[in-house]
Nanobody
Framework: VQLVESGGGLVQAGGSPRLSCAASGSTFGINAVGWFRQAPGKEREFVAGMTWSGGSTAYADFVKGRFTIAKDNIKNTVYLKMSSLEPEDTALYYC?????????????????WGQGTQVTVSS
């Protein structure tokens, strides 16, 4: 599966952008999709995930209540709706697909990565 993110950019603190991840190609074997992020000098970290069917979702503690992951099954597009952004949310956000059957997974379980989209939050 190929993943292409969009929707990043420069956002003011408190803003509410939405990231999109369009999936193309064969999705056979893909059981979960999610979002990771990587800030300069830091490791890539899990942000949110969901099962491919959309039945289960999972969030990192630092985004609970602020970010929402959703999927359009017709468009094969995964979204990350972000709100109440803080400068600490500044990072390169990656879409990821995995064969794992649970909605939360690590980088080691990712089978396909998108190229990333930069989100910069200004104070």
């Amino acid at each position: 599966v190929q993943l292409v993110e969009s929707g990043g950019g420069l956002v003011q603190a408190g803003g509410s952008p939405r990231l999109s991840c369009a999936a193309s190609g064969s999705t056979f074997g893909i059981n979960a999709v999610g979002w990771f992020r990587q800030a300069p000098g830091k490791e890539r970290e899990f942000v949110a995930g969901m099962t491919w069917s959309g039945g289960s979702t999972a969030y990192a503690d630092f985004v609970k209540g602020r970010f929402t992951i959703a999927k359009d099954n017709i468009k094969n597009t995964v979204y990350l709706k972000m709100s109440s952004l803080e400068p600490e949310d500044t990072a390169l956000y990656y879409c990821a697909a995995s064969r794992t059957v649970v909605p939360v997974f690590t980088s080691f379980s990712v089978n396909s990565w998108g190229q990333g989209t930069q989100v910069t939050v200004s104070s």
